[in-house]
């Protein structure tokens, strides 16, 4: 049973181009939850989503920033415009259905961006 | 603004040793407490806790959580150089997202 998977690992941009992450969640599960992870800072939430819903986007800068969870493919948190900013470990994490219960989640190996 | 708070933020032991890990939290909504271990990759899923007092358990791990006192504590007893991790501390709330403390940094010498 494969894990959360996401690609790519590691990704450089200049400033000014787009970044797009791409995340598969583990077989049967339905929830995916993206999450930054600055240097010296813990992670941060960014937003949660199920198939063509977002949930719960609080986390997510206001601008340049937009994720999707397509009916069919992965997960993909998109970044416009990056800049220097931006370069941090960005980790997707997978759960089964919630149902007012509570799961634990599931984190792929994250995709370290590097704006340059 | 839901906070997780731990402590220390590192700690140098020596192979052997017993250590332990606090997390205290200030959040709305709380759903559970969970501890993962991260090294240079994704963090990886220790335990879940949702109910006061019952303490679990794998192998030389253990938590407790104590939701009057709004903590939880992981103990790691004999340790070995492979424990040296970051430990994180997340609180689920609200649709279930996750709430992180900055993690302590745990090193074991041999």
């Known amino acids: 049973n494969a894990g959360v998977m996401q690609n790519p690992r590691h990704l450089v941009r200049r400033r000014g181009q787009e970044a797009r992450l791409r995340c598969s969640p583990m077989k049967g599960h339905s929830h995916v939850y993206w999450y930054r992870q600055l240097p010296e800072e813990g992670l941060k939430f960014m937003v949660y989503?199920?198939?063509?819903?977002?949930?719960?986007e609080s986390g997510m800068p206001k601008e340049r920033f937009s994720a999707e969870f397509p009916k069919e493919g992965p997960s993909i948190l998109r970044i416009q415009q990056v800049v220097r900013g931006d370069s941090a470990a960005y980790f997707c994490a997978s759960s089964p259905m919630t149902s007012g219960v509570s799961y634990e989640q599931y984190f792929g190996p994250g995709t370290r961006l590097t704006v340059t | 603004e839901d906070k997780v708070v731990q402590s220390p933020l590192s700690l140098v032991v020596h192979e052997g040793d017993t250590v332990t890990l606090n997390c205290s939290y200030e959040v709305t909504n709380f759903r559970s407490l969970l501890w993962y271990k991260q090294e240079k990759k994704a963090p990886t899923f220790l335990f879940m806790l949702t109910s006061s007092g019952i303490e679990k358990k794998s192998g030389r791990l253990s938590s407790i959580l104590d939701k009057k006192e709004l903590f939880s504590i992981l103990n790691i007893t004999a340790t070995q150089t492979g424990d040296s991790a970051i430990y994180l501390c997340?609180?689920?709330?609200?649709?279930?997202?996750?709430?992180f403390g900055k993690g302590t940094m745990l090193l074991v010498s041999p």
């Open positions: 997340a609180v689920s709330t609200g649709y279930s997202t996750l709430t």
């Open positions: 989503l199920q198939k063509e819903n977002i949930i719960d």
